[in-house]
């Protein structure tokens, strides 16, 4: 064979070598480029959709933050300032979705983004009737109950659904990944199986064309048997060499497209990122820059490559520290930001200033150390911290210089947890410190009114509130000195740090009470002078049916007077008609007078004439019980401004008193059945006063009940024939006498009632 044909069998061979190579090749980078691009779209587009869901459930959060801040202000302008703002964010929420729902690919995603625009709806329902009736028809306590028991319980579900939707997404990109993994394995090991079958195919030919040619070489002269010997070896070195060549051709080959592959992988994540992704040699000189680096920095990618990253984005007051910290990360690649995330700032083309988050790692590309560094612009999330601040500030603000005292406790020891001034102020504890040692129960006294412990009412009281988020309701407290008063307390659910506990707002009541009280017996008093009224005008007419035949028996008497002798025994018998018909007569004035409401104001009045008065209409019943009426009352006493007829009033129930005791006590005729009426002047502070004092020696007050005769319908005798409402009612027309109603006793010894009033000089409050 000619030298000329071997060169053209082999130039064949190898040429088809070429071509099997060259096909294997490129049949493998256009499966793995295929794989690489489907994959990109498809996590391009699952990211794009929860980056669109993940901006619609920060937008939620700010104005759920809103709302609660509406709550909080009373500045109708910055109310409507954040109601704008909510507004923008929930149509900018609602564009959100649009935009989700355009590249929505599958059932399973329609159905769980109809799921989240299902839930959102009555959430942003219930939060509008929320502030319709907070700031419309200002009912506070209905809008919270609304924003308790509606909102937020929708808002759990919505954020609910949202999480599904987004959860879904993040599955649907593992799995993607997943199959692009599978699929890359696949291409790998069928690309393998190409590059084997050409070596193998290579090899055959190669075979087969030495073989031919030492089949053919063979039969050359026996003189050239040693130079065709030299000639085979050269030739068997050639093809094993080029064996090897091939071998490491094809290695090379996996291995440049294995790079090739994890550079465009690296490449196609970093163009989607949202972060800024750069890369630095050992020189500090920029060698990767993404797109969004370039958006976040102003800077493209051939403005930076090569150059010094640091002098191009570092502010000035950064540049001294890297430079020290620099040779030892070149050497080591350690640093002290490697490996950490890092708060600080950059300075884009524009020579603004931002706050970054950056995160920092090296990598060894070959002999030299290279830095990753991710950043992230943190502008927004500062302006959100800063408005979380001011707003715990605002909110700290109103806690503290609220008047009512409000503090926070969380289970399970229900201990408190924080107390603003008023609490400490309201309990009189030492301080904060101080008062969040204790719990509920420490600041009751052992029972309630109800007669329950204070400890197990107060459970049940945190339980209520904790299972219907909030509970309104009265509470008597006690104060750490140990006074006792009654308040009203509204305890409702928070969350604070995780954890879910109640905040409680008490007010003390006490000064409700007494208005509550006086206007009780203010309308327990008009209850009575109505009842008298009444009873007057009843009087009135059996009076005067009473005066005709009285005034008709002491004439009739007078003209029996005049007609018979003067020493006529019957004179007497006439005279005594006369006076006792004038005495029923002087009875019936005094009982109309005495029953009948009057509008006089208080005038100067003998306080004998009106114990006189007073007892022209009891001295009957008092003789009839045998009851001895000891009275001492000068008529040389100062004349008092008073009301005659409420004065009475008070007298006839203090004499009924006295009355009932001394026959409780001595049912019959006894020494001791003896009732004592005086009066005279008393000094007290400077002043003069008179004071009127009925005693009795029956069964006196037991002094448990000696603090409660003065309360309103308490009574200790029947109900069914008193009200209770005798004592309560002379002390109101005292004090509005400007006087002082009070009682002493000793049980089975005396009952000494007293009221002073004012003498004319004395001036009152």
């Not at 959100?96 to 709806?121: D, F, M, P, W």
């Not at 919505?158 to 696949?186: C, G, I, K, P, W």
């Not at 009412?457 to 219907?468: D, F, H, I, V």
């Not at 035949?549 to 025994?569: E, H, R, V």
């Amino acid at each position: 064979m000619k030298p000329r044909d071997i060169r053209f069998r082999l130039g064949a061979a190898f040429g088809l070598l070429v071509m099997v190579i060259v096909f294997v090749g490129w049949q493998g980078v256009s499966q793995l480029n295929r794989l690489h691009q489907q994959m990109q779209s498809i996590v391009e587009d699952k990211w794009v959709k929860v980056q669109l869901a993940a901006e619609a459930r920060y937008h939620t959060a700010l104005n759920n933050r809103i709302t609660m801040q509406v709550f909080l202000l009373e500045d109708r302008e910055e109310i409507n300032r954040l109601l704008a703002l909510r507004v923008q964010n929930s149509n900018r929420i609602t564009e959100l979705y649009r935009a989700i729902g355009r590249k929505l690919n599958s059932e399973r995603e329609k159905q769980l983004l109809a799921a989240v625009e299902a839930a959102r709806t009555p959430y942003v329902e219930s939060y509008k009737q929320a502030l319709v009736k907070l700031l419309d028809e200002r009912k506070r306590d209905e809008a919270h109950a609304i924003m308790v028991q509606a909102t937020l319980p929708r808002l759990v579900a919505y954020f609910a659904a949202s999480t599904d939707f987004v959860q879904h997404e993040n599955d649907e990109m593992n799995r993607v990944a997943r199959l692009a993994d599978r699929d890359f394995a696949a291409a790998q090991q069928q690309f393998l199986i190409w590059v084997i079958l050409a070596s193998l195919i290579t090899l055959a030919i190669a075979v087969f064309s030495t073989s031919r040619v030492t089949r053919e070489t063979s039969h050359r002269m026996e003189a050239e048997q040693s130079l065709q010997q030299a000639h085979d070896q050269l030739e068997q070195r050639v093809q094993e060499r080029t064996a090897e060549l091939s071998k490491e051709i094809a290695e090379r080959k996996l291995v440049e497209d294995a790079l090739r592959e994890s550079e465009e992988r690296f490449r196609g994540l970093s163009a989607g990122a949202q972060d800024a992704i750069l890369m630095i040699d050992h020189e500090g000189k920029t060698t990767f820059w993404n797109a969004a680096a370039k958006r976040l920095l102003g800077y493209s990618s051939a403005e930076v490559l090569g150059q010094n990253l640091h002098n191009l984005i570092a502010p000035a007051r950064f540049l001294s520290a890297h430079r020290k910290a620099f040779p030892k990360w070149c050497e080591t690649g350690e640093g002290g930001a490697v490996g950490k995330t890092l708060e600080l700032a950059a300075r884009r083309k524009d020579g603004s200033e931002f706050p970054m988050e950056l995160s920092l790692s090296c990598v060894r590309v070959g002999r030299y150390w290279a830095a990753i560094g991710i950043i992230r612009d943190i502008t927004e999330r500062k302006k959100v911290a800063e408005t979380m601040a001011k707003s715990e500030a605002k909110y700290r603000a109103l806690f503290e210089s609220s008047r009512d005292a409000i503090m926070t406790t969380f289970p399970p020891d229900w201990k408190f947890t924080s107390a603003n001034a008023a609490t400490i102020a309201l309990f009189r504890a030492k301080d904060e410190k101080q008062f969040i040692s204790l719990g509920p129960w420490d600041l009751s006294p052992e029972r309630q009114p109800d007669g329950d412990l204070s400890k197990d009412k107060a459970k049940r009281m945190l339980g209520t509130a904790m299972e219907q988020g909030s509970h309104f309701f009265e509470w008597v407290h006690q104060r750490l000195d140990g006074e006792v008063f009654p308040a009203t307390v509204l305890l409702t659910r928070v969350e604070l740090d995780g954890k879910t506990g109640l905040q409680a707002t008490i007010r003390d009541v006490t000064e409700l009470k007494r208005s509550e009280e006086k206007q009780r017996q203010l309308e327990l008093r008009l209850h009575e002078q109505q009842k008298m009224a009444a009873i007057g005008t009843l009087a009135g007419g059996v009076g005067h049916e009473i005066n005709n035949p009285i005034f008709g028996i002491m004439n009739y008497a007078q003209l029996i007077q005049d007609k018979l002798p003067t020493d006529s025994p019957l004179q007497k018998f006439a005279a005594a008609i006369g006076r006792e018909s004038n005495r029923v007569a002087r009875i019936v004035q005094q009982l109309i007078g005495f029953a009948q409401p009057k509008t006089e104001t208080h005038s100067p009045a003998r306080m004998a004439d009106i114990v006189n008065a007073v007892l022209l209409l009891v001295a009957s019943s008092f003789r009839n019980d045998q009851i001895t009426i000891q009275v001492d009352v000068p008529k040389n006493l100062p004349e008092v401004p008073c009301s005659e007829q409420q004065i009475q009033q008070v007298l006839m129930s203090l004499l009924t008193n006295a009355h009932e005791a001394s026959n409780a006590r001595y049912p019959g005729a006894d020494a001791n059945k003896v009732i004592a009426i005086n009066a005279r002047q008393v000094e007290k502070e400077g002043a003069k006063w008179l004071r009127v004092t009925v005693e009795d020696h029956g069964i006196g007050i037991p002094p448990e009940i000696a603090q409660q005769v003065f309360d309103p319908f308490f009574t200790s005798k029947d109900r069914s024939k008193h009200s209770g409402s005798g004592l309560s009612m002379s002390a109101a027309v005292i004090r509005d006498h400007g006087g002082h109603l009070a009682v002493e006793s000793q049980p089975e010894r005396y009952t000494r009632s007293y009221f002073d009033l004012p003498m004319p000089e004395t001036k009152t409050t």
